[in-house]
């Protein structure tokens, strides 16, 4: 593994988890919000991450057979958490229906703050690992002198 790859991966980590926390703090935004462009309550939404995956070129399939790459992780995509909202009685509420339940998002307010205390632990180890990494070449064009 390359200086530049071991940077390579831990970015794409950090991109993979700031996305995971905005995506956490948009959940944690509309905990609320009962309507939706879509219709219906908010849903709860996660990340998808996936290897990367480099293509089908030979000469990049070769020379991963010689060279392991290292790995690296994208966001490939969006979901919407497939639970169903939580109704809740409020008889005098305009989103009423007519039994009187109101279509909550089901979003877990504890899941939420654990997910993101996760996310955030996961981005701190990222950038000690990039910070590891310059020091580690930093020692190593020291050796040079």
Do not use: C, W
């Not at 703090?25 to 908010?42: C, I, K």
């Amino acid at each position: 593994m390359s200086f530049f790859d071991a940077l390579h991966t831990s970015a794409s980590g950090l991109s993979a988890q700031r996305m995971r926390m905005n995506l956490i703090t948009s959940n944690l935004a509309n905990v609320d919000t009962l309507r939706t462009a879509e219709g219906g309550p908010y849903r709860r939404k996660e990340p998808v991450f996936a290897a990367e995956n480099p293509g089908p070129d030979f000469a990049r399939a070769l020379d991963d057979r010689l060279h392991p790459p290292a790995g690296r992780v994208t966001v490939v995509e969006v979901v919407e958490d497939p639970r169903p909202p939580v109704l809740k009685y409020k008889p005098g509420h305009p989103e009423a229906d007519e039994n009187g339940y109101v279509a909550m998002p089901n979003i877990n307010l504890m899941e939420e703050m654990a997910n993101m205390m996760s996310a955030s632990r996961s981005y701190e180890a990222n950038v000690t690992a990039i910070s590891t990494t310059k020091k580690m070449a930093l020692k190593a064009l020291e050796i040079g002198r």
